[in-house]
C-alpha cells in the first residue's frame, strides 16, 4: 500500500510542476511581466543572459534631439527572428523610465510600469524582426533619453537592455 501512495504522490507532484511549467509558459508568450519593469530582465525559467553588445539588434532613432512634447520614431531592426521584447524611453540622468509611447506595430502592446503607455511589449509569440514604434516626449522637460530594448531569442536565450544613442533635450531658455 505505501508503494501505491508514493506513486500516487510522485504522479500528482509531476502533473503540477507540468501545469506549472505550461501556464508560466504561455503567460510569457503575451508579454512581459510587470516584475521586468524595472531591470528589464524576462522572469523565465534558466534563461542564459547574453551580452548586451550583439551584432544583430540595434534599437535608433532618425532624431538626434528632441523637445518637451515631441513624437520621436524609434526602430528596432535585427538580423535574426526573435520572439520577445520589451521597450522602454529612459533619462540619462538617473534612470528613470519617461514618455509614453502612442504608436505600436501589430503583436505588440503598452504596458503601465509607471505610466498609462510607457512601456512596450509583445503581445504573441509570432517571430519579429524589424519593428517601428512612436514614443512621445512629456509635456515638460525631463533631460536626455536613450531607448532601450530587451529581446528575447527564444524561451532560453535573451539580450537585456540593448540601448540607442543618446536623444538629447537641448536646454530651453
Known amino acids: 500500500m505505501e508503494n501505491g501512495k508514493r506513486a500516487q504522490v510522485a504522479i500528482v507532484g ?3 510542476t507540468t501545469l506549472c511549467l505550461v501556464s508560466c509558459a504561455a503567460a510569457f508568450s503575451h508579454g512581459a511581466s510587470l516584475s521586468a519593469c524595472k531591470d528589464m530582465m524576462p ?3 534558466r534563461v542564459q543572459l547574453h551580452s548586451p553588445s550583439n551584432n544583430y539588434v540595434t534599437v535608433h532613432t532618425n532624431m538626434s534631439f528632441y523637445f518637451p512634447g515631441n513624437k520621436v520614431p524609434v526602430t528596432v531592426r535585427s538580423t535574426r ?3 520577445g521584447f520589451l521597450l522602454q524611453a529612459r533619462k540619462v540622468s538617473n534612470d528613470e523610465i519617461a514618455g509614453t509611447f502612442v504608436f505600436i506595430p501589430p503583436g505588440s502592446k503598452l504596458m503601465t510600469c509607471f ?3 510607457d512601456t512596450v ?3 504573441d509569440k509570432s517571430l519579429k524582426r524589424n519593428l517601428s514604434f512612436v ?3 512629456p509635456d515638460q522637460p525631463i533631460g536626455d ?3 532601450f530594448i530587451s529581446i528575447v531569442q527564444s524561451y532560453f536565450v535573451y539580450w537585456a537592455k540593448i540601448e540607442s544613442a543618446i536623444v538629447a533635450q537641448p536646454e530651453q531658455n
Open 135 to 137: 514614443w512621445k516626449a
Open 115 to 117: 505610466e498609462d503607455g
Open 121 to 123: 511589449t509583445h503581445s
Open 14 to 16: 509531476w502533473a503540477c
Open 145 to 147: 533619453i536613450k531607448f
Open 81 to 83: 527572428d526573435f520572439m
Open 43 to 45: 522572469r523565465h525559467l
